[in-house]
């Protein structure tokens, strides 16, 4: 598996995942439209001409939701049995239509699970920087990774 098992990660690892993803258009309105949200920052360009931003911003929760995707492929891809929350979740600053948003994650804390002798939950930060460098997101989120059989 392309995931990393929870006999492999310890408190403090960093992974700077090299994977960018540039944010579009097309992404916020399909996101606004699939998730009814009808925030006009979003998807008025109007209304976002007038405020602080002078443009339309990228649907907060589907930056979360890019940030997170980000780190599957090196870090829970196949290791992983749920996810089961996330909590602090920060928005610095906005993505816009065009930028590239890059993710990093700190593993914060890890214990076995008191339920399970198969898995043991991971606490990670996952932070997420547009192409100029600006911290854009920020969540914790707390999964349950499987150990490898053989420790079992």
Do not use: W
Not at 105 to 111: A, D, E, L, P
């Amino acid at each position: 598996m392309a995931g990393k098992y929870y006999d492999e990660i310890e408190a403090g690892m960093i992974f700077r995942h090299e994977l960018g993803r540039t944010l579009t258009e097309a992404d916020n309105v399909l996101f606004c439209s699939l998730t009814m949200n009808t925030q006009p920052l979003h998807i008025d360009e109007h209304f976002a001409s007038k405020t602080t931003f002078g443009t339309r911003i990228m649907n907060g929760i589907f930056t979360l939701g890019v940030v997170v995707g980000i780190s599957v492929g090196d870090l829970t891809q196949g290791t992983i049995i749920a996810n089961l929350g996330y909590e602090n979740v920060r928005h610095p600053k906005p993505m816009f239509a065009g930028d590239t948003l890059y993710a990093e994650t700190t593993i914060v804390s890890k214990r076995d699970s008191s339920s399970r002798p198969d898995a043991g939950i991971v606490t990670m930060k996952h932070s997420g920087r547009n192409q100029h460098g600006d911290l854009c997101i920020e969540v914790t989120r707390s999964a349950l990774f499987l150990k490898r059989k053989e420790d079992l």
